[in-house]
């Protein structure tokens, strides 16, 4: 690594920010694209269909359907872009961006491998340091920000379906947040501290599902509103509103709103491994060489991935008051219970 | 009238409802499975234009001119199919055949138009079943797609030489003369 940054007349610190940003960027987006084809092929599965299988490359290779992603990326570029007469300029291009940079920005604090030094230098697996301030929080931030590019869209786009979806939304987004928070919370309290290498750390012994399963439970339906997946559709309801707060949308935009969906579905699968499933942790290996732990890392995201997918193909919709009923009378209790009974297990010392 | 609604008592398990959620989730990647490990011809998907699903023998399908084994065609121009086609959708016009039909036993009249127009054509196998000599059935192909509306309208050739590749048979684009006389058809 030192002789690769001396090469480029760089500081193997800046060096590795750089090579940084590029995985933490193009990572995600990649299996954020894949997961569209997964999303449609793994389906398919489930309901005993085929799925997307025309495509080909070159018009030979089939290569299981995965010419589709580039069909259909070709097809988006080359579509009319559609803005309609009485949507709001401005806010209508401003939406998919607002949607699409938290989506990237989420994944930024996630260790995704072991940290290891190498001639004197410290290099971290994750974008952003550890001991940055920020910790775990980020993310959730970055994921309530994540709402204002649903808003945006749905009010832009002055369309009744549109603002009943971003409605819809952003009162999901109210009645989630809380009980989310609160599993988190339950966890820094645990761990003592809310850098992500803290909580992996503090997961050495044993991962966080198993003593805060309650947490997990809670953390991960909310994960399902957040990114606003069936059985929580609400903003996008296609079942009926349409298309919910992309209706009008069409072309590189839609294609923006819809990566950055599947880009919430990776942060989430992350924050995930990262909380409740030791992160880059090898079960029965102390200490994983690095290669390791970043397969292992990346292979519980992508089964993370896989059981968003999986779920949403197993449970029907739910009712929008029956969400409301959930996320507020059943999640807050069990979300503020669940922090309670760790306090209370702290407090004895177990 | 009143619907009676059925209220069904959960028991624990089921108001979890993370438990059933499992057992769903079980059911569909059950699914998942035996669809991913089930090569492709044994799914219950055909790919359509790779492999054709094989026609049961009494479906309706395009339309072909029966003819002789010396080639002519069985059809005498009775007009009987055009009028059993509830879609109106059968053009024929008649002519006599030469010299020959003076012969006893020899047909008299041919077809010399014989349209259907496919776009109006329902299927329905009415005049298979007016047709006094056999002479016209339906078979099997149906796909037939063109870009015009003219192309879709078959005339007797086309309907002659409709399955004539399927059947090992010879096009042909004109009438051969009859050599032998014809037997009377057994109904």
């Known amino acids: 690594m030192e002789s690769l940054a001396s090469l480029l007349h760089l500081m193997p610190e800046t060096f590795w920010m750089i090579v940084k940003v590029f995985i933490v960027f193009l990572g995600p987006l990649t299996l954020a694209a894949l997961l569209t084809w997964g999303e449609r092929r793994g389906s398919a599965m489930i309901q005993d269909r085929i799925g997307p299988n025309r495509a080909l490359l070159f018009g030979r290779w089939r290569l299981l359907g995965l010419p589709q992603l580039a069909a259909d990326g070709i097809k988006f570029f080359l579509k009319e872009d559609l803005v309609p007469t009485d949507a709001s300029g401005m806010l209508f291009w401003l939406a998919p961006v607002l949607a699409f940079v938290p989506a990237v920005l989420g994944f930024a604090v996630i260790p995704f491998g072991r940290s290891f030094s190498q001639g004197g230098h410290v290099f971290h697996l994750s974008l952003l340091d550890p001991g940055n301030g920020m910790g775990m929080l980020y993310p959730l931030a970055i994921g309530a920000v994540a709402v204002y590019g649903i808003l945006t869209a749905a009010w832009s786009s002055n369309n009744k379906w549109s603002i009943l979806g971003g409605m819809r939304s952003a009162a999901q987004m109210v009645s989630y947040e809380i009980a989310m928070g609160l599993a988190v919370l339950a966890i820094f309290v645990r761990t003592g501290g809310y850098d992500p290498q803290q909580i992996i750390a503090a997961q050495s012994g044993m991962w966080n599902v198993l003593p805060q399963i309650i947490g997990f439970l809670v953390f991960f339906t909310c994960m399902f509103a957040e990114t606003n997946r069936l059985p929580f559709d609400f903003a996008e309801g296609e079942s009926e509103i349409v298309a919910g707060f992309h209706t009008e949308y069409g072309s590189m935009k839609f294609a923006l709103l819809q990566l950055s969906e599947y880009l919430h579905i990776v942060t989430a699968a992350a924050l995930i491994v990262t909380l409740y499933f030791g992160g880059w942790r090898v079960p029965f290996v102390a200490e994983p060489s690095v290669p390791l732990s970043v397969a292992a890392f990346v292979v519980k995201l992508v089964f993370f991935c896989w059981v968003f997918i999986w779920v949403r193909w197993t449970i029907p919709r739910f009712r929008f008051d029956q969400l409301m009923f959930l996320g507020w009378k059943v999640m807050l209790p069990l979300g503020l219970g669940n922090l309670l009974l760790q306090a209370w297990l702290m407090h004895r010392g177990a | ?187």
């Open chain 2, 1 to 187: 009238m009143a619907v009676l609604v059925k209220k069904v008592e959960l028991n624990w398990l089921d108001r979890t409802y993370v438990w059933p959620v499992l057992m769903g989730m079980v059911i569909t990647m059950r699914h998942f499975i035996k669809q991913i490990t089930t090569r492709s011809s044994k799914r219950f998907t055909i790919p359509y234009p790779d492999r054709k699903r094989a026609t049961a023998p009494g479906y309706r399908g395009l339309h072909e001119l029966k003819r002789f084994p010396d080639g002519s065609i069985k059809c005498v121009a009775c007009f009987m199919c055009a009028e059993a086609c509830p879609a109106r959708c059968i053009t024929i016009e008649s002519e006599e055949y030469g010299d020959i039909n003076k012969t006893q036993g020899f047909q008299e009249k041919r077809p010399a138009v014989f349209k259907i127009d496919m776009l109006r054509c329902i299927y329905c196998a009415m005049c298979e079943e007016a047709c006094p000599k056999d002479a016209i059935w339906l078979r099997t192909d149906y796909e037939q797609a063109s870009y015009d509306r003219l192309s879709m309208k078959f005339g007797k050739w086309d309907l002659m030489n409709t399955y004539a590749d399927q059947d090992g048979k010879a096009r042909i684009t004109s009438d051969p003369t009859p050599t032998v006389p014809r037997p009377p058809v057994d109904e």
